[in-house]
């Protein structure tokens, strides 16, 4: 699969190269000396081109039928679910991903297309009963345009899909931007997109660096609206600028996840909930748990058997059916992440397991960090206020449920909150203290169903959620049509 190849930006259905002419190289994170590939380094005339295409091509793909234009992504999903372990060793060598989490994220994408394949045949509007005989208000939902799409790296297969797919079904052309690092599978979305039928014009790529033409992607105006999934930080300049230019705008964005563990829960359920929130994909989901914060009877047992389960885990080569945790994504992460356990260290929390930075063979051509537990932290330490987005987990102590609840909302990220407790009671009681914009009970803090909305709240979300009959709402515009089907008219006078 690997090849070294030299891969185009995909712009009104042909593979072009950049108008500077430059290309970037990208490596396989568990063995840096690989490289993946050479992919272009755009600029913004770059996107000014695809953003030219995908408006011509819109004219067209706005009047396909919603139901044709679903036909074409159900193409999608088959033709996915016949490349899906292709597309999930790509996520694992591209950034580094443990195998059997790379085939659930193509799972997801692989749900979104179906679940979003039949919102083609539900483009819904309303009828209002008017107040003048013989007449009827109606809603339609109507595309916006030309939108752009910003993804992150960590989830290179499922978030592009999760926003491409309802763009395209509801009528919009796109421009996507895949992260720097992740472009390969950016490319291999492309070419599914094109063999399911997508018309030339109507999906366009471009690659290269978000802090070049991000701001083209976004101002231009052409473009319609923009969906983005990131940091905070960059989150937060987007939303800022699509509000300047009065453009719909979605931002996903980070997380500081709690698992709260009540005295009266099922520990074991708790621990493995924690660690696969933790550790699974390397901790590097914007739904990772990356806290626990348990009633303090309960804190022993929990102790005990987390660190019994972590040294378990296999640290290994992302492709090995057995790994659990793979090595970083790419070096900034693996510089963070190391960066973080020093913090931790310094701040005065115990490290009461792993941590190490493995540079032995066979680690040492990776970015590989062994898994890190944090006890006796306290809330207002930055490991456990900041996201890390490794794996690397932190575990402070509550009083009660109360406390925990306070120290849960005490970050400035909210994106999902788990409760463990066998008392339903309280369970819900928790629930309606949080101010994270999703709660599980008694089940982990990852995940999220493709017919469900999904996102979060303060500085994990902004604008529309993602998902869901929601994402349709977000990739279209809704007009208010009146129609007066009265015979005689009669003399109504309109305010
Ligand atoms: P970044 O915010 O750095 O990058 C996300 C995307 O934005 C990339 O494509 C990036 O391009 C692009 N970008 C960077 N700068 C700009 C800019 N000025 N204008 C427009 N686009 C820009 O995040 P990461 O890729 O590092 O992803 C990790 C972060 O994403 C974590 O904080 C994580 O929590 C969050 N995340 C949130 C999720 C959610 O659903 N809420 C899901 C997954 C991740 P480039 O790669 O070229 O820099």
Known sequence: MITGQVYGNFIGGE???????????????????????????????????????????????????????????????????????????????????????????????LNVLEFIAGE????????????I???????????????SIITPWNFPIAIPVWKIAPALVAGNAVVFKPAATTPLCGVKLMELFADAGIPAG???????????????????????????????????????????????????MGGKNAVVVLEDANIDAAVSAIIQGAFSSTGERCTATSRVIVEKPAREELMEKLIQRVSRLKVGDPLEE?????????????????????????????LVYGGRTLTEPPYD??????????????????????????????????????????????????????????????????????????????APTLGGEVQAPFGGLKESGAGYKELGREAIRFYTNEIITYLDYSEQRPEVKFI
């Open 322 to 350: 057995d790994t659990y945790v793979g090595p970083l994504a790419h070096e900034e992460q693996y510089i963070k992440v190391r960066d973080y356990i020093e913090i931790g260290k310094s701040e005065g929390a115990k």
């Open 365 to 442: 051509d990776g970015y590989y960090v062994q898994p890190a537990v944090f006890a006796d932290a306290k809330p207002e330490m930055r490991i456990a206020r900041e996201e890390i987005f490794g794996p690397v987990l932190t575990v402070l102590e509550a009083r009660d449920m109360h406390e925990a609840a306070e120290i849960n909302n005490s970050v400035y990220y909210g994106f999902k909150t788990s409760i463990y407790t066998e008392n339903i009671r309280k369970a819900f009681r928790f629930a309606d203290m949080c101010d994270t914009g999703m709660v599980h009970i008694n």
């Open 15 to 109: 593979w072009v190269q950049a108008s500077s002419g430059k290309t970037y190289k990208t490596v396989n994170p568990a063995r840096k000396s690989q490289v993946i590939g050479e992919f272009q380094s755009s600029d913004r005339s770059d996107v000014q081109r695809a953003i030219e295409r995908a408006y011509a091509a819109w004219r067209e793909w706005r009047s396909t039928p919603p139901p044709k234009r679903g036909e074409i992504l159900l193409e999608a999903y088959y033709l996915m679910k016949k490349r899906a372990e292709d597309f999930s060793r790509l996520i694992a060598l591209e950034m580094g991903k443990p195998i059997g989490d790379a085939r659930g994220e193509v799972k997801r994408a």
């Open 120 to 131: 083609g045949r539900r483009m819904l509007g309303e009828t209002i009963p008017s107040e």
């Open 202 to 252: 109507v999906l366009n790529m471009v690659t290269g660096s978000g802090s070049l033409i991000g701001d083209e992607l976004v101002s231009n105006e052409k473009i319609a609206a923009v969906s983005f999934t990131g940091s905070t930080a960059v989150g937060r300049q987007i939303y800022a600028k699509a509000a300047h230019h009065l453009k719909k705008a979605q931002c996903e």
């Open 133 to 147: 005989p013989n007449n009827v208000i109606m809603t339609f939902r109507k595309p916006l345009g030309v939108v």
